[in-house]
């Protein structure tokens, strides 16, 4: 499945927590010239903003990673 002459690799990273690994994350993927996904809660957003803004002004994805999701009926239907 994609393109068979190139390999591609997303790399996702749930961010509800700061543990301190999240600058040397940043690091490596830096020197290595690798974008990720970073999925984060509004808790990662509110209590590390600085490292938030580094990874967008670094060219990441940011994605919202709820604590909670709700889910019903027949179609499906996403709240959160």
Same mark, same amino acid.
């Given at each position: 499945m994609g393109n068979n002459e190139k390999t591609y690799i997303y790399l996702t990273y749930d961010r509800g927590y700061e543990a301190g690994y999240t600058e040397k994350? =940043?690091?490596? *993927? @830096?020197? /290595?010239?690798?974008k990720a996904t970073f999925l984060i809660t509004g808790h990662y =957003? /509110?209590? @590390?903003?600085? *490292?938030? @803004?580094?990874?967008?002004?670094?060219? $990441? !994805? !940011?994605? /919202? $990673?709820?604590? @909670?999701? *709700?889910m019903s009926g027949n179609d499906i239907k996403i709240k959160c």
């Open positions: 994350i =940043l690091e490596v *993927l @830096k020197q /290595n010239e690798v =957003l /509110n209590s @590390k903003p600085d *490292l938030v @803004k580094r990874m967008i002004y670094e060219g $990441h !994805i !940011i994605g /919202n $990673h709820t604590p @909670k999701c *709700l």
